[in-house]
């Protein structure tokens, strides 16, 4: 069964709009999670790695003001598209492991489909 | 830097063909991991293997089989006798050893279209 929640797994939303997207680990704690964005027909891209108690580091041409990530738990990583716009619009995921090294398989979420009008 | 692979963008084979999905990758690490994953139209990923560096042992499960060769650093995946559930994108990924260093590098993926 599943072991990473990700909830919602739709939003529709008008520009401006700001959107939290939750990601739960259900049955393992995650010191580390990591939020992906896909575009159509395109592969993952890495936006950023959430760290339970501390700031999430953000891939380059990340922003950071616009993509806020809190993992204020060891279950929880959220990730909020302040002031969403249309080129916002994208398929976002989310990944835990259940371990701390490398042999330890990323469990995704099943994404989260955000379209801004 | 760590970089994967997968020349084969779009392969469309009969139902009951055997099909091989390619990857190659490239790494610095002596010791690495290397994933598959599955992602179908519904577009969650699906975990289906993970492979670690010093273990070049070859891996069936069902219809799934991966070939590991690490002297041409490739990683491929055999599904025979497919069908038409195969149908999906499938990206090959590798991570690194370290403590922390958690990152999966994904390659393009390959859109796999079964025709029934």
């Known amino acids: 069964g599943a072991v990473v929640s990700q909830h919602p797994s739709w939003v529709i939303c008008k520009s401006g709009t700001s959107v939290k997207i939750e990601c739960r680990s259900l049955?393992?704690?995650?010191?580390?999670m990591f939020w992906y964005r896909q575009f159509p027909k395109q592969s993952l891209m890495l936006m950023a790695t959430?760290?339970?108690?501390?700031?999430?580091?953000?891939e380059q041409g990340v922003e950071k003001d616009k993509f806020l990530i809190n993992h204020a738990s060891l279950t929880l990583s959220t990730l909020t598209v302040t002031s969403a716009h249309p080129e916002d619009s994208s398929f976002y995921i989310c990944?835990?492991?259940?371990?701390?090294?490398?042999?330890?398989?990323?469990?995704f979420g099943d994404g989260t489909r955000l379209s801004i009008l | 830097a760590q970089k994967v692979t997968q020349a084969q963008t779009e392969i469309s084979v009969v139902e009951k063909e055997d099909v091989t999905l390619d990857c190659v990758y490239e790494?610095?690490?002596?010791?690495?991991?290397l994933f598959w994953y599955k992602q179908p139209p519904s577009g969650e990923l699906v975990f289906l293997i993970r492979r670690n560096s010093f273990d070049e042992q070859n891996e069936i499960s069902g219809r799934y089989s991966w070939n590991f060769q690490k002297s041409t650093s490739s990683f491929n995946f055999t599904i025979t006798a497919s069908q038409v559930v195969d149908s999906a994108v499938y990206f090959c990924?590798?991570?690194?050893?370290?403590?922390?260093?958690?990152?999966?590098?994904f390659g393009t993926g390959t859109r796999l279209t079964i025709i029934p």
């Open positions: 049955d393992f704690q995650a010191t580390t």
């Open positions: 959430s760290n339970e108690g501390s700031k999430a580091t953000y």
């Open positions: 790494t610095r690490d002596t010791t690495y991991y």
């Open positions: 990924a590798l991570r690194g050893p370290n403590f922390g260093n958690e990152k999966l590098t």
């Open positions: 990944s835990a492991s259940r371990g701390e090294y490398g042999n330890q398989p990323q469990h």
